[in-house]
Nanobody
Framework: QVQLVVSGGCLVQPGGSLKLSCLASGPTFSLYNMGWYRQAPGKQRLLVASMYTGGNPNYDDSVKGRFTISRENAKNTVYLRMNSLKPEDTAVYYC?????????WGQGTQVTVSS
């Protein structure tokens, strides 16, 4: 059973930056295509960034050029660096495999972009 624990969310001003972390349990983390998802109030969950080990990252158009996904397999961790944050980036952020496993969602981390 894989557990994914995310951290790093907080309140940040527009234009600010944050780095989220997702720590995964389990020995096969490096084999997974991992992704960052977000869900804003009243909206469906959206895949914003994903990355295979050694592969090129993929981004939703809404975050392209501002967000960077990276992974450190030795630490079973995937990161999301978020720059130039906008109020519309406000959401609960989750990590999961791509495609997502329904049992791996975890609690997510709240990112609020507001002045």
């Amino acid at each position: 059973q894989v557990q994914l624990v995310v951290s790093g969310g907080c309140l940040v001003q527009p234009g600010g930056s944050l780095k989220l972390s997702c720590l995964a349990s389990g020995p096969t983390f490096s084999l997974y295509n991992m992704g960052w998802y977000r869900q804003a109030p009243g909206k469906q969950r959206l895949l914003v960034a994903s990355m295979y080990t050694g592969g090129n990252p993929n981004y939703d158009d809404s975050v392209k050029g501002r967000f960077t996904i990276s992974r450190e397999n030795a630490k079973n961790t995937v990161y999301l660096r978020m720059n130039s944050l906008k109020p519309e980036d406000t959401a609960v952020y989750y990590c999961n495999k791509v495609p997502p496993h329904p049992s791996y969602w975890g609690q997510g981390t709240q990112v609020t972009v507001s002045s």
